[in-house]
Nanobody
């Protein structure tokens, strides 16, 4: 089965930075659209960013635009989320997700077929 494993979460002060990684296995990585979602306690999971199979196209939630950057290294089967200028409202569990079937970037949870178990990001004020 396809496996996705997130890493890089932690505790950071407001204005700081973190880089999340998601290592994948299974179907060739280059055939997946990849996305990042997050879920804060008591809230529904929300879209953060996504990247196309060849990395040419990216899409960001308004909350992430200008601060976060998604990228991928197909040779390493890894997708990244660079998060700068972090705010307390960014505190959440961040999930990596893979879409095996779409030819376009998806922004809905149901667009994605495989999910990692998440990594905690906490931004202190």
């Amino acid at each position: 089965q396809v496996q996705l494993v997130e890493s890089g979460g932690g505790l950071v002060q407001t204005g700081g930075s973190l880089r999340l990684s998601c290592a994948t296995s299974g179907r060739p990585f280059s055939s997946y659209t990849m996305g990042w979602f997050r879920q804060a306690p008591g809230k529904e999971r929300e879209f953060v960013a996504a990247i196309s199979r060849n990395g040419a196209t990216t899409y960001y939630a308004d909350s992430a635009k200008g601060r976060f950057t998604i990228s991928r290294d197909n040779a390493k089967n890894t997708v990244y989320l660079q998060m700068n200028s972090l705010k307390p409202e960014d505190t959440a569990v961040y999930y990596c997700a893979a879409d095996r079937g779409s030819l376009r970037i998806g922004v809905r949870q149901r667009d994605y077929d495989y999910w990692g178990r998440g990594t905690q990001v906490t931004v202190s004020s």
